[in-house]
């Protein structure tokens, strides 16, 4: 298969997918979000047994992080998606731009349970729509996708999600004086970011080298240095 082919085949996944339940809240601008999914797919053997009438049901979390202003100069990573998620996630990039700064968003996947049933997934998903509105669940979401690029459509609803918050996110953090450029060309939110972590490093709640991950993505670590060796220092006592 040439990457081409390949990649036609993530396109494909991708247009495939239906975000079925939509979560009822936008994502939170200043802490994390929590979304629980259910996606439903037809078996890949599907196509080949005529007789066969089963749904395969994926449940897991998704954690949205709190959103970032970032810049090209910053780098960042998902966690817990495979190759065939991360080249979905390059054709986005490509397509609005790699060096495009705004607002950045991280998220971790948490698969939980994989059943496959016996009934077809219109039933499926009429009995989990009655059961997440008899929980009255706001964060709960169903998607259908495709059996052997589901995590493809689990980012897909992801890109989507995110599409829907970004202006509710921006106008928060705007009237909050969090969208404009500090000096050395970082963010005054990303600064406020890191006065958070010196705070935590100094109480013992994060590991110095995470404050240290974060300066050396914004190219600061000469400029905190001398307080970054302070806590770490005062820490040791």
């Known amino acids: 298969m040439t990457i081409d082919d390949y990649d036609e085949r993530v396109e494909q996944a991708a247009r495939h997918t239906e975000i079925l339940r939509h979560p009822r809240q936008h994502l939170s601008t200043f802490g994390i979000t929590n979304i629980y999914y259910y996606l439903i797919t037809e078996p890949v053997y599907s196509d080949l047994v005529d007789s066969a009438n089963e749904t395969v049901i994926r449940e897991g979390r998704v954690i949205a992080e709190r959103p970032k202003i970032v810049t090209p100069y910053y780098l960042t990573h998902l966690e817990g998606f495979s190759y065939d998620a991360r080249r979905y996630f390059d054709m986005l990039l490509r397509m609005h731009g790699p060096d495009t700064p705004g607002l950045f968003y991280t ?3 948490e698969p939980k349970e994989l059943n496959i049933v016996s009934d077809s997934w ?15 669940d706001p964060m709960t979401s169903i998607i259908k996708g495709q059996d052997d690029l589901w995590d493809v459509s689990l980012l897909k609803f992801i890109y989507e999600i995110t599409s829907r918050s970004l202006q509710s996110n921006i106008a928060q953090l705007g009237s909050r004086g969090l969208l404009g450029m500090s000096h050395g060309g970082i963010p005054v939110e990303a600064r406020q970011r890191i006065e958070e972590l010196f705070d935590k490093v100094a109480q013992g709640e994060v590991p110095a080298h995470e404050l240290e991950e974060e300066l050396n993505r914004w190219g600061a670590f000469h400029e905190y240095q001398d307080r970054f060796f302070d806590v770490v220092k005062r820490g040791k006592k």
């Open 107 to 109: 998220y971790k996947n």
């Open 122 to 136: 219109q039933l499926v998903i009429e009995k989990l729509n009655k059961q997440i509105d008899e929980k009255g």
